[in-house]
Nanobody, 127 residues
Framework: QVQLVESGGGLVQAGGSLRLSCTVS????????MDWFRQAPGKERESVAT????????AYADSVKGRFTISRDNAKKMVYLQMNNLKPEDTGVYYC????????????????????WGKGTLVTVSS
């Protein structure tokens, strides 16, 4: 059984930074493509970033490109999302997920390709 636990969310002012962490237990972490998603109130869950098994390749949604950085530590079985220059529109619950496909760099419409999800961590950005 694969379990994911996110942490690091909180309340931050616009322009601030947060670093989200996701701890993965069970399974074989270093074969998983990993993704971060977010869901704002009243909106659908959307993909934010994806990273390949080694961490060499990453891709981002246009809305976060240049501000967010996804990374991973296979030895620790963790994936991270560094979020800088946060904006109020970044507010939402952030989820990490195990992607059951090979790395493609695709960002859109990825929800149905995830095998496992964490319960999420809330990020609130005040203006």
């Amino acid at each position: 059984q694969v379990q994911l636990v996110e942490s690091g969310g909180g309340l931050v002012q616009a322009g601030g930074s947060l670093r989200l962490s996701c701890t993965v237990s069970g399974g074989i972490f270093n074969v998983y493509v990993m993704d971060w998603f977010r869901q704002a109130p009243g909106k659908e869950r959307e993909s934010v970033a994806t990273i390949d098994r080694t961490g060499a390749r990453t891709a981002y949604a246009d809305s976060v490109k240049g501000r967010f950085t996804i990374s991973r530590d296979n030895a620790k079985k963790m994936v991270y999302l560094q979020m800088n220059n946060l904006k109020p529109e970044d507010t939402g619950v952030y989820y990490c997920a195990v992607d059951r496909t090979i790395y493609t760099g695709a960002i859109s419409n990825r929800t149905s390709y995830m095998s496992y999800w964490g319960k999420g961590t809330l990020v609130t950005v005040s203006s």
